[in-house]
């Protein structure tokens, strides 16, 4: 990672954490991992699971040029009421298929069920997006396995470096 602070936004999907019915120990535990990392959150909101409440929050944070990463936790799963990678998709302008990929190809040695994430990432302006699970174990296995890398990308789309050559 650069010497660079990134701004940052976490977006949980809970129904259940909405409406205070579960603590979010996801969102927190990204503000945990980020912060140490030299990354300013800015932003954090847990939402239901709304593919128009998420996706206005995330057009909301890009369009306002107000962080450089929204991390969204939960809503990659099978459920009729997961939308978080619908969301993404919609307000997104550029797939990142890498990091996604890179997340199961990692939680594949960990538990065949990786394959069943539906998570993306994506680009919006000057901002990244980046789906990662909901539960705090998967959370922490994805995210510290692609956090090294993510700052050399913001770097080059914010216009602070000029190529991935080394």
């Given amino acids: 990672m650069s010497n660079n602070t990134y701004r940052a936004a976490i977006i949980t999907a809970s129904d259940k954490g909405s409406r205070g019915e579960r603590e979010d120990a996801s969102g927190k535990l990204i503000r945990e991992i980020l912060e140490p990392k030299g990354y300013r959150v800015e932003s954090y909101v847990v939402l239901p699971d709304e593919q128009e409440l998420l996706e206005r929050e995330m057009r909301r944070i890009c369009d306002g040029a107000l962080a450089d990463l929204i991390?969204?936790?939960g809503g990659t799963g099978f459920s009729p009421r997961d939308r978080t990678p619908e969301a993404t998709a919609a307000v997104s302008e550029r797939l990142v298929p890498g990091i996604a990929e890179a997340m199961r190809m990692q939680s594949m040695g960990i538990t065949k069920r990786a394959m069943l994430s539906r998570a993306i990432a994506a680009i919006r302006g000057k901002t990244l997006i980046v789906n990662l699970p909901g539960s705090p174990k998967?959370?922490?296995?994805?995210l510290e396995y692609i956090i090294g890398e993510l700052g050399h990308g913001l770097d080059i789309l914010l216009g602070r470096d000029s190529e991935c050559a080394r």
């Avoid at 998967?138 to 994805?142: H, K, L, Y």
């Fill in 71 to 73: 991390l969204t936790t």
């Fill in 138 to 142: 998967a959370v922490r296995e994805n």
